[in-house]
């Protein structure tokens, strides 16, 4: 009723007389006990219904809760099943790559010791091997793991000059 909480006294008392001229004095205490009463009835319905819909609100909520722990719980317990399954494949899997690269090495070294070096380049493994007695140069950097072959001078031979003089 918060309409008549913006009706001052002056228009309540114009409202009543209306009432009174228009119906009668008996008939306008009636019309007041029915306006009582359905206001009454119309208050318990309103507390009812928002009685009903608070407990809606907190059967969803609890609902909502148990569904987010049984979100956790899942997604927790299917992290590790997950982790579980693939912690063989992982190991596996290093198994297979520890394998594969010995495989490259020794295949390499055979390569290595059957051709030897191929046009003038070595791989990067041999190419600081030098003769005895020879002098290295430095060739620059590796280009795609193989570093040209060094060009080899003899260390300390006399010149021609030196010999026939």
Same mark, same amino acid.
């Given at each position: 009723?918060?309409?008549?909480?913006?009706?001052?006294?002056?228009?309540?008392?114009?409202?009543?007389?209306?009432?009174?001229?228009?119906?009668?004095?008996?008939?306008?205490?009636?019309?007041?006990?029915?306006?009582?009463?359905?206001?009454?009835?119309?208050?318990?319905?309103?507390?009812?219904?928002?009685?009903?819909?608070?407990?809606?609100?907190?059967?969803?909520?609890?609902?909502?809760?148990?569904?987010?722990?049984?979100?956790?719980?899942?997604?927790?317990?299917?992290?590790?099943?997950?982790?579980?399954?693939?912690?063989?494949? $992982?190991?596996?899997?290093?198994?297979?790559?520890?394998?594969?690269?010995?495989?490259?090495?020794?295949?390499?070294?055979?390569?290595?010791?059957?051709?030897?070096?191929?046009?003038?380049?070595?791989?990067?493994?041999? $190419?600081?091997?030098?003769?005895?007695?020879?002098?290295?140069?430095?060739?620059?950097?590796?280009?795609?793991?193989?570093?040209?072959?060094?060009?080899?001078?003899? $260390?300390?031979?006399?010149?021609?000059?030196?010999?026939?003089?």
């Amino acid at each position: 009723m918060n309409f008549l909480n913006n009706l001052g006294p002056w228009e309540l008392a114009v409202i009543v007389v209306l009432a009174i001229l228009l119906v009668g004095p008996k008939r306008v205490l009636q019309i007041i006990q029915s306006i009582r009463e359905f206001a009454g009835k119309l208050r318990q319905m309103s507390s009812e219904f928002t009685a009903l819909l608070q407990a809606e609100v907190r059967e969803v909520q609890d609902v909502d809760r148990e569904v987010k722990g049984v979100e956790r719980e899942t997604g927790k317990d299917l992290k590790t099943t997950v982790q579980e399954i693939l912690n063989p494949f $992982a190991a596996v899997q290093s198994e297979l790559q520890a394998a594969a690269q010995e495989m490259r090495q020794a295949l390499d070294k055979a390569v290595q010791e059957e051709l030897g070096p191929i046009g003038g380049i070595q791989p990067p493994a041999q $190419a600081t091997d030098t003769a005895p007695g020879v002098a290295q140069e430095d060739t620059g950097p590796a280009i795609g793991g193989i570093r040209p072959a060094p060009q080899q001078k003899p $260390a300390s031979t006399p010149s021609t000059e030196e010999k026939a003089g």
